[in-house]
């Protein structure tokens, strides 16, 4: 199945691996660290700002859908609670 980000992009719920809110993102230097990393791999969807971080297998994408809407469109995706 597969999460509307935002823009055109939709990504497989399988490659999913945390979705983030813009403060948790900003706040931690340990998340800050991890994407100065992988810099090459964001790709920003917001045209302004971001509310959300997506983290997938192979990108990270800044969206400008909050993290409480993608959650609930993942959720009908899989079918399922999530643990959260």
């Known amino acids: 199945m597969y999460v509307h980000a935002g823009e ?3 990504i497989r719920s399988s490659e ?3 979705i983030l ?3 948790t993102a900003k706040d931690s230097q340990e998340i800050q660290i991890f994407l100065d990393k992988k810099n090459d791999l ?4 917001a045209n ?6 997506i983290i997938t297998e192979p990108h990270i994408y800044l ?9 609930k469109r993942l959720m009908n995706s899989i ?3 999530l643990i959260i």
């Open 8 to 10: 055109d992009v939709m």
């Open 16 to 18: 999913i691996i945390a």
């Open 21 to 23: 809110e813009k403060e």
């Open 42 to 45: 964001v790709i920003n969807l």
């Open 48 to 53: 302004g700002a971001f509310k959300s971080l």
């Open 63 to 71: 969206s400008p859908i909050a993290p409480g809407t993608l959650k």
């Open 79 to 81: 079918g399922h609670e």
